[in-house]
């Protein structure tokens, strides 16, 4: 994913007031919230006013869990697996998740550019040896984590079928959740079967497309709001989160209830 100089002055910033805000919190009782940590890139991250509409799934997501369960995104624009380590943001979420929360994982579209050794990881070695650093770093602080497969892209061939971006890397993550037994949510599966359904024409009021602006990436508030629909549905369905823990599965979300926030300075 390219990024714009305004991209990437919010995402330096995109994780650090929501991970404040959403650890610590306990119940009047002494239990404390548990909270479900995103590591990921642009898809789903938090995006600012001078982004809007382009909106991340993970900014859908908490209108999607009850509020019991807090959300943490750490998603920044840009990110792979490897960078995401390299600049320190995994460890920045293990100094902070506690025994109970959870940790989700998606990565891929950048981990694909290898023309960037920064960013680049090989499906069957680097890209799997990245994401058991998110594994093996949950677990060892009691938490859960969760692969999840990257969101597809909007991508038609010319009958209009829609069409994978991102080669061998889902398959790497399938195989690395079954062998370390893994929760897996197959969202590039389950995205890329909405976009067949949608078709080429509806598929754009998915995504980020403006009078200036046609992107095939990053989506605006029906976009979000969909594939965090996914997301929760996947967590219920692989028994991560209970019936409890999970609401508005077939409600309609208001586009309104998605707010873009001003940058922090």
Not at 91 to 115: M, T, W, Y
């Amino acid at each position: 994913m390219s990024l714009s100089r305004r991209q990437v002055a919010s995402a330096a910033v995109a994780s650090i007031p929501l991970a404040f805000a959403a650890t610590g919190t306990a119940h009047a009782g002494g239990r404390r919230h548990r909270t479900l940590y995103i590591a990921g890139d642009s898809t789903a991250a938090q995006k600012y006013a001078d982004a809007a509409p382009e909106t991340g799934w993970g900014m859908a997501l908490p209108f999607l869990l009850h509020r019991h369960l807090a959300v943490a995104n750490h998603a920044v624009n840009g990110r792979s697996s490897k960078s995401f380590v390299d600049e320190g943001r995994l460890e920045a979420i293990l100094s902070s998740i506690r025994p109970g929360d959870f940790l989700l994982v998606q990565f891929a579209h950048n981990d694909e550019k290898s023309a960037d050794p920064t960013r680049y990881t090989e499906p069957w070695s680097t890209y799997q040896e990245h994401l058991r650093m998110y594994v093996e770093g949950a677990r060892a602080r009691g938490a859960r984590p969760v692969l999840a497969t990257a969101v597809e892209r909007r991508r038609f061939d010319a009958d209009g079928r829609a069409v994978p971006s991102h080669g061998e890397y889902p398959a790497a993550m399938r195989a690395l959740a079954a062998e370390e037994r893994v929760a897996l949510l197959d969202v590039q599966a389950l995205s890329l079967a909405l976009w067949q359904e949608l078709g080429v024409e509806e598929t754009k009021k998915y995504f980020n497309w403006t009078a200036t602006e046609q992107d095939n990436t990053h989506f605006d508030p029906p976009g979000a709001i969909a594939v965090a629909r996914l997301v929760a549905r996947e967590l219920l369905r692989t028994r991560v989160l209970a019936p409890r823990d999970v609401r508005r599965l077939d409600a309609e979300i208001p586009q309104s209830w998605i707010t873009w926030p001003e940058a922090v300075a």
